[in-house]
C-alpha cells in the first residue's frame, strides 16, 4: 500500500458533555488527530451494544463510546447504565477476537476540550499501531462450493 | 387437524436432518396421539430418522413434487449443503424447523473456530483421542476396492437461510409440541402466515413467565444455576440467573423458567431485533447493582462466557456472524 494506514475510529458521544467537550475543543482552536467520526446520541446510556458490534461490522477499526462523568448525566444515570454494560460487552468483543485497545469507554465533560483531544491522540495512536481491524476480511465467509455433494 | 387437501390428495411432506443432534425429530414425535393426525393428512415421503430413503429417491422426485419440507440442523458440510439445494428445487415450501436451521444453533457456536481449529481439537488433543499418527479425514481416498469419498466439512456453519430461500422459521431446541401443531395445522389448512414468517410468539418469553417480578430489578451478583438454591417464585435474572427471556422469542411457554432453568434463548432474536447478544446484554447487564466503575467490573467479570450466553443459539445470524479466524 503506498498511504500509510489512518484508523477509522468512531466516537459514540453523548449530547451534554462529550459533544460539547469536543465542541470546546474546536471553538479553542486545540488540534486532534483527524480519524474520528462523532456520532452524536442523547446519552451515553442509549449506545446498545448492537450500535458497537456494528461500527467494527462495517469498517471502524475502533469505537469509543463517551460520556459525562458519573454523577452529572443529564437524565440522572443513563450513564451509569453504559458503565454497567461496559465490562460484559468488552470481554465479548474480546471473544470475538477484536483486540480490546480497540473499544474504550471515557468519561469527558463539557469543560474538558483538552481529555477529548488527550483520549482521541491516544486512542488514534493505539489504533494505529494495531493496524486495520477490517473485520469483513478478518471474519469473511467464503462463497460456497457451486457443486456441493 | 385440519380437512385433507382438496383434490383429494395428501399433503406430501418431507423431514431432513442436517447438522443437528435428532431432538427436532423427537420433538415430532412429542406431539404423541397428534402424529396419528399428521399421518391421516400427509404422507411423509422422507424422513431419514425414522425411514430407510437412498438420496436417488430424493433426486427421482419432480421438481415441486413435495408440498413442504421441515428442514432441520445447521449446515456445515457439502453433503448438507447438497441435500438442502436439492430439498429446495423438491418442495414448494421450505420450513426452517428448530433453532438450527433457523439460526445456526449450538452448532453454531463452531464459528468462533474454523475447519483446521476444530480438526486439531478432535483428531488431535481431546482426552478421548488416540491418533498418534495425526490422522484428518481426508475427502477421497484410494483404496484397493476404488475410490472412497466423504463430504467436505466447511470453515462456517450456516443457518439453513444462508444458503437457499427459506418460506417459514420454526425455532426451538427443539420446538415444542405446540408450536409443532401450530405449525402442522397452518401447513394442512393452508392457511399460512405471509413468507417469511416466524411461527412462534411475538413477544419475549418474559411475556409469558409467570414468576414475580420487581418494579426496579437490580441483580446483586451473577452466578451459574448450580452454584445457588433457586427461589421458586422470583425472576430467575433478579436472582442473578442469565436468564435470556427478555431478549428471547416466546411461544415455548416460557417451559425452562417454570421449572427452575434460566431461559437458554432457544427460541432466537425478538422480532426486528438487529442483534439478539447485543439485546441480551444490554438488558442484562444494564440492571447489575453497580454504581462505580470498580463494582461493574468485579460483576461483569462474574459472566464466565458472554459470548457462548449470549449467542448460544444465533452466533452464525448473528451481526459479527462468526469469531476472527485464528489462522
Not at chain 2, 134 to 156: A, N
Not at chain 2, 174 to 187: E, K, L, Q, R, Y
Not at chain 2, 246 to 273: D, E, Q
Not at chain 2, 293 to 307: N, S
Request: contains cysteine.
Amino acid at each position: 500500500m503506498s498511504t500509510p494506514f489512518e484508523p477509522r475510529i468512531v466516537v459514540l458521544c453523548c449530547n451534554w458533555c462529550t459533544y460539547a467537550g469536543a465542541d470546546l475543543a474546536g471553538t479553542s482552536r486545540m488540534k486532534y488527530a483527524p480519524n474520528v467520526r462523532l456520532v452524536r446520541v442523547m446519552c451515553s446510556g442509549r449506545v446498545d451494544p448492537s450500535f458497537v458490534l456494528r461500527a467494527f461490522q462495517d469498517g471502524a477499526d475502533g469505537v469509543l463510546v463517551a460520556g459525562c462523568h458519573p454523577g452529572d448525566c443529564h437524565y440522572i444515570n443513563g450513564n451509569l447504565k453504559a458503565m454497567r454494560r461496559f465490562p460484559a460487552l468488552e470481554k465479548m468483543v474480546a471473544q470475538f477476537g477484536i483486540e480490546p485497545q480497540r473499544l474504550r469507554l471515557e468519561w469527558i465533560s463539557a469543560a474538558e476540550g483538552d481529555v477529548f483531544v488527550r483520549v482521541v491522540n491516544e486512542m488514534t495512536a493505539q489504533v494505529r499501531a494495531l493496524g486495520a481491524l477490517d473485520w469483513r476480511r478478518r471474519a469473511a465467509v467464503g462463497p460456497l462450493p457451486e457443486h456441493a455433494g | 387437524m385440519g380437512e385433507e387437501k382438496k383434490n383429494g390428495k395428501k399433503l406430501q411432506l418431507a423431514m431432513y436432518w442436517a447438522a443437528s443432534c435428532g431432538g427436532c425429530d423427537m420433538a415430532v414425535l412429542d406431539v404423541n396421539e397428534k402424529i396419528l393426525d399428521i399421518a391421516a393428512v400427509a404422507d411423509i415421503r422422507l424422513w431419514p430418522i425414522a425411514m430407510d430413503y437412498k438420496y436417488k429417491d430424493v433426486e427421482s422426485w419432480a421438481d415441486g413434487e413435495i408440498d413442504v419440507c421441515l428442514f432441520n440442523g445447521a449446515v456445515r458440510n457439502s453433503e448438507q449443503l447438497h441435500l438442502a439445494r436439492l430439498l429446495r428445487r423438491k418442495c414448494k415450501v421450505m420450513v426452517a424447523f428448530g433453532s438450527c436451521a433457523s439460526f445456526g444453533g449450538i452448532p453454531g457456536l463452531a464459528n468462533l473456530h474454523c475447519k483446521k481449529t476444530i480438526f486439531e481439537a478432535v483428531y488431535g488433543y481431546t482426552a478421548s483421542t488416540v491418533n498418534p499418527e495425526g490422522t484428518t479425514p481426508q475427502t477421497h481416498t484410494k483404496v484397493p476396492e476404488g475410490d472412497l469419498h466423504i463430504p467436505d466439512f466447511f470453515d462456517d456453519v450456516y443457518s439453513l437461510n444462508q444458503v437457499i430461500p427459506v418460506e417459514y422459521y420454526v425455532p426451538g431446541c427443539p420446538p415444542t409440541p405446540d408450536t409443532v401443531m401450530v405449525a402442522v395445522n397452518a401447513i394442512a389448512t393452508g392457511n399460512l402466515p405471509p413468507v417469511g414468517s416466524t411461527i412462534a410468539g411475538d413477544k419475549a418469553v418474559c411475556d409469558e413467565c409467570l414468576r414475580t417480578k420487581s418494579d426496579k430489578p437490580k441483580i446483586q451478583a451473577f452466578h451459574r444455576p448450580q452454584e445457588i438454591f433457586v427461589d421458586a417464585e422470583k425472576c430467575l435474572l433478579e436472582q442473578g440467573l442469565t436468564c435470556m427471556g427478555s431478549a428471547t422469542r416466546g411461544g415455548c411457554g416460557s417451559l425452562c423458567p417454570a421449572v427452575n432453568m434460566p431461559c437458554r434463548g432457544c427460541y432466537g432474536p425478538m422480532p426486528r431485533s438487529l442483534d439478539a447478544g447485543a439485546d441480551a446484554l444490554a438488558a442484562m447487564t444494564s440492571i447489575v447493582d453497580a454504581s462505580d466503575e470498580q463494582a461493574a467490573r468485579t460483576k461483569g467479570d462474574q459472566l464466565v462466557d458472554p459470548l457462548g450466553t449470549f449467542y448460544r443459539f444465533t452466533l452464525p445470524v448473528s451481526m459479527l456472524r462468526r469469531a476472527q479466524r485464528e489462522h
